[in-house]
């Protein structure tokens, strides 16, 4: 079955960028996305189809996908940005989420 | 506004079934895929099934199949999981999930309903 592979945590300090890495075999070939997940809430969605953002989602929110991985960047980040973060992509008829990271703010 | 309400989680004893219901508003129902995704408590996301608009594809995760039916009721904006021979792993939180236009994936969630299965 196919795996999308993140690491566990990422830090990074008030106002700098952080970038979350998402690992599958050919992962450029299919769209991925990434969404966000507070404690006790449910995820949202931060990045779809790549590179686009959904209504509402701040523009310092960026995505990429190329090769074997796709990139979440958070530029500026902020302290409401700490959460876990998923990516997804669609492979044989199912859904695959990633094995999500952990975004501390410092 | 798209909601997404919940119902039908609780306390099953491993072998036991429970259905899951999940009730829409604030969009076409009947337009859209709808899954229903899961979280063991402390883990990651689980994607566990999805089906098509009018109901004629259905589509699950290896772990589930077989003993996990998805099904919807368009006239009631509805979305079941029924779930069979349940088993300890299958403890989670489940949420149900609309998703996007045009191969766009899940673009809201539920709050979620939790399943517990234990003797």
């Known amino acids: 079955s196919y795996e999308l592979t993140q690491p566990p945590s990422v830090s990074v300090s008030p106002g700098q960028t952080a970038s979350i890495t998402c690992s599958g075999d050919k992962l450029g070939d299919k769209y991925a996305c990434w969404y966000q997940q507070k404690p006790g809430q449910s995820p949202v969605l931060v990045i779809y189809?790549?590179?686009k953002r959904p209504s509402g989602i701040p523009e310092r929110f960026s995505g990429s996908n190329s090769g074997n991985t796709a990139t979440l960047t958070i530029s500026g980040t902020q302290a409401m940005d700490e959460a876990d973060y998923y990516c997804q992509a669609w492979d044989s008829s199912t859904y695959v989420f990633g094995t999500g990271t952990k975004v501390t703010v410092l | 506004e798209v909601q997404l309400v919940e119902s039908g989680g609780g306390l099953v004893q491993p072998g036991g079934s429970l259905r899951l219901s999940c009730t829409a508003s604030?969009?076409?129902?009947?337009?859209?895929?709808m899954s229903w995704v899961r979280q063991a408590p402390g883990k990651g996301l689980e994607w566990v099934a999805n089906?098509?608009?009018?109901?004629?594809?259905?589509n699950y995760v290896d772990s589930v199949k077989g003993r996990f039916t998805i099904s919807r009721d368009n006239a009631k904006n509805s979305l079941f999981l029924q779930l069979n021979s349940l088993r300890a792993e299958d403890t989670a939180v489940y949420y149900c999930?609309?998703?996007?236009?045009?191969?766009?994936?899940?673009?809201?969630w539920g709050q979620g309903t939790l399943v517990t299965v234990s003797s």
């Open positions: 189809h790549d590179t």
């Open positions: 604030g969009f076409t129902f009947s337009s859209y895929w």
């Open positions: 089906i098509k608009e009018d109901g004629s594809e259905k």
């Open positions: 999930a609309k998703e996007g236009p045009d191969e766009e994936p899940i673009d809201y």
